[in-house]
């Protein structure tokens, strides 16, 4: 899940500053470059991945850890 939502922000972000950047290069006059600091968004994404990964594997232990609840025969 946390790929996939990635993917879409990603590829909204990146045509929102392909189009910023196309409107400030046609006001400047000049090229503008488009940088994206990439071990930045690879951090945050991992840090992402071990939060969602935490997140799901904490109530599962959780669960497993309690004793099997047995009814009285009766």
Do not use: H, K, N
Not at 10 to 39: K, M, N, Y
Request: charged share 10%; glycine share 12%; with cysteine.
């Amino acid at each position: 899940m946390v790929l996939i939502g990635a993917v879409l922000g990603g590829s909204v972000a990146f045509a929102g500053l392909l189009s910023i950047r196309a409107g400030l290069a046609e006001q400047v006059g000049a090229p503008v470059d488009l940088v994206v600091p990439w071990p930045v968004v690879g951090s945050v994404l991992g840090l992402c991945m071990l939060l969602a990964l935490a997140a799901s594997v904490a109530p599962t232990w959780r669960l497993l850890r309690r004793r099997a609840i047995t009814e009285p025969a009766g």
